[in-house]
């Protein structure tokens, strides 16, 4: 079973987040536990880097984590820069 693993400089990340958007953070983590492909997700490879993942909280906000297993590695959360 696949589990999250947040890097240091994520769980920094995450913990300076709103309420509202670290319960929104959660469910998307759970979404990744249950169905890595899942819509809300909106997962894809990021650009320029083979290994590293791009996912969605909301909108404006994105998670980027490498996948080795058992865990996805949360390396950092941050306001997407469109």
Partial sequence: M???KLSETALKQYLNLSPILQ???DK???YLFSNFRHPSLHT???KGNNDLWQARINKNWRFYFFVVTPHYIIISIIKHPK
């Fill in 28 to 30: 998307q983590f759970e």
């Fill in 44 to 46: 894809k490879k990021y």
């Fill in 23 to 25: 319960k929104k953070t």
């Fill in 2 to 4: 696949m589990r999250v």
